[in-house]
């Protein structure tokens, strides 16, 4: 398992708790309200998707009429790979009977009120098209250039159809305990986000998305705050989400290396993150990052 693919599996549980739950059940709601409008499977598409630890998550919470055709999109070989692996050891473990035919996962529950039909493909989100009911696309806005993404998408959803969009990135990064230097490393964290990284993104995804959806024709339907809030528990990590916190302390150092030394001093990078890579190891650090979970609708064309 890749560093990064053991990230995106510590990360299920961060977001299990992070997920805000009122603007998860419009969600779940509308899709319901879809599921029983129409004699068609309804249809989702997640990109974005990682190790499928949302399909997961939407499968186990969830009891949702009729049959889901879920298409799963990532760019990375990796994670679908890994969703490919996972998502069908998931779902038996959440009591669905699960079959793997040709790439194709089939997940039933045995009452047979819920039957999910599951695809997994390496594609760039932005040049996708489809005839979705929804969309997904959590923690994956703020690493995306906004207006692109809400444009493309307009190819995958149909009228009315919802983009779902939890843990999207709004600018608070807190790390406990305090250390003096935490003010200074979080303007620089957030400040490479939007003005150094090659990657586009911004450390104010949520609110940008908030703002220029309805250029693109979608409604903000719901909003909510969805923080990650990681911290130790009797001097350990459940979940092994030491992993997740040590990705992100590595994602931070490798930000605040691109700073010419007249902007931040080296030691002072190495002495903060080892620091906190001390206390990491010691079962003492802590992290909360502020997020916004946003659903939207697209609007019909008139």
């Excluded at 693109?216 to 528990?233: I, T």
Aim: glycine content about 6%; charged content about 30%.
């Amino acid at each position: 398992m890749s560093d990064f693919v053991a990230y995106l599996t510590a990360k299920r549980s961060v977001d299990d708790r992070a997920l805000n739950r009122r603007v998860w059940d419009e969600f779940v709601s509308g899709l319901t309200d879809r599921a029983t409008s129409t004699d068609r499977p309804l249809r989702i598409v997640e990109v974005g998707a990682g190790v499928g630890s949302m399909v997961a998550r939407l499968a186990d919470w969830e009891r949702l009429p009729g049959t889901v055709s879920y298409r799963a999109v990532d760019v990375a070989d990796e994670c679908v790979t890994a969703a490919r692996e996972h998502v069908p050891e998931w779902l038996s473990a959440a009591g669905y009977a699960t079959t793997v035919d040709d790439g194709v996962v089939t997940a039933e529950l045995p009452e047979g009120d819920t039957r999910f039909e599951l695809s997994f493909e390496t594609a760039d989100a932005r040049e996708i098209t489809d005839d979705a009911d929804a969309v997904i696309a959590a923690a994956f806005l703020d690493i995306v250039d906004p207006d692109r993404l809400l444009a493309s998408l307009r190819d995958v959803l149909r009228p009315d159809g919802l983009l779902y969009a939890p843990c999207t990135f709004d600018g608070a990064t807190h790390f406990s305990p305090a250390h003096p230097d935490d003010g200074r490393i979080e303007c620089l964290y957030h400040r490479h986000m939007d003005e150094i990284r090659e990657r586009p993104g911004s450390s104010r995804a949520a609110r940008d998305v908030i703002e220029r959806a309805p250029a693109h024709g979608y409604d903000v339907v719901a909003v909510g705050g969805g923080d990650w809030v990681v911290r130790p528990q009797g001097g350990a990590y459940p979940n092994d989400e030491d992993v997740f916190l040590d990705h992100l302390l590595a994602t931070i150092d490798g930000a605040l290396a691109d700073y010419p030394v007249d902007t931040l001093d080296p030691s002072d990078r190495e002495a903060w993150v080892s620091t906190r890579r001390a206390q990491l190891a010691d079962g003492e650090f802590g992290l909360v990052a502020h997020h916004l979970d946003l659903l939207t609708r697209l609007c019909p064309d008139e």
